[in-house]
């Protein structure tokens, strides 16, 4: 399968790369433009992204762009409940390849906090995430269930997460297989980004995505909530 093959939604387009290097330094490229038009325009740039295993190139070159990083406010999609040194910390993955150099004068703002259980740190982030500005860039990742940030299907309180106007930022969610709790930004804030990136690897994130293209239920793969302009997609073998 191929990403041209694809029948988008009008309004949504798609970037193909030859390699997850190729990707990630255009995907850096593109993302400092924005934030430096933003900070031209406005003062400062927001920007939040996803963890896993697939960003840490995009963060690396990114973190070597030229840019007024202290004007600059860096947030995450979703979290993993566990503390910054765990090794599946998604803040710890944005700390080890994103804030280094110039870039760690930007303001990282965390989901995660010690809280006594996962409902009140959802509460705590959600409080945190109403001094986030208005997000210019997100980047968002997807699973091959079709998940993105962690709203997960299946999870308690995913219908609730994955309202087109719900007024919470932050939601507890759980993932079926990797285990550990998670907190997710909620679909409305998600979607109020000016700029919003699909950035995704591999054959199988190709075939999700396909199969996500042909269906509209939102809740069996909460993906689809996002296949609308002006997403941009980005891909690599
Ligand atoms: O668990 C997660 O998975 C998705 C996809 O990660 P990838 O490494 O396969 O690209 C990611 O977008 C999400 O933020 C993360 O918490």
Redesign the pocket.
């Known amino acids: 399968m191929a990403i041209s093959n694809l029948k988008l939604p009008q309004g949504v387009s798609a970037h193909a790369f030859k390699s997850p290097v190729l990707l990630a330094e255009s995907l850096a490229l593109g993302v400092a433009k924005k934030l430096s038009d933003a900070i031209d325009a406005q003062g400062t740039a927001t920007l939040v992204v996803?963890?896993?295993?697939?960003?840490i190139a995009f963060f690396q070159h990114l973190a070597r762009q030229t840019l007024d990083w202290s004007n600059v406010v860096i947030s995450?999609?979703?979290?993993?409940w566990v503390p910054v040194e765990h090794a599946d910390s998604?803040a710890g993955l944005i700390k080890r390849y994103l804030l280094q150099g110039p870039a760690a004068k930007a303001q990282f703002l965390s989901l995660y906090s010690a809280s006594a259980n996962l409902e009140q740190a959802a509460e705590q982030a959600d409080r945190l995430l109403s001094e986030l500005p208005v997000i210019d860039v997100l980047i968002?990742?997807?699973?091959?269930d079709g998940?993105?940030?962690?709203l997960f299907p299946n999870s308690p309180n995913l219908a609730e997460a994955l309202q087109a106007d719900g007024v919470r930022r932050c939601w507890p969610m759980l993932?079926p297989t990797?285990p550990h709790q998670?907190l997710t930004m909620s679909r409305a804030l998600l979607a109020s980004a000016k700029h919003k990136v699909l950035?995704?690897?591999g054959q199988s994130?190709l075939t999700t995505l396909s199969t996500a293209l042909a269906g509209d239920d939102v809740a069996a793969m909460p993906v689809r909530a996002f296949l609308q302009p002006t997403l941009e997609i980005y891909w690599c073998p």
């Open positions: 996803s963890g896993g295993r697939s960003p995450l999609a979703d979290e993993r998604n968002l990742g997807m699973g091959d998940h993105t940030a962690s993932a990797v998670r950035s995704i690897s994130k």
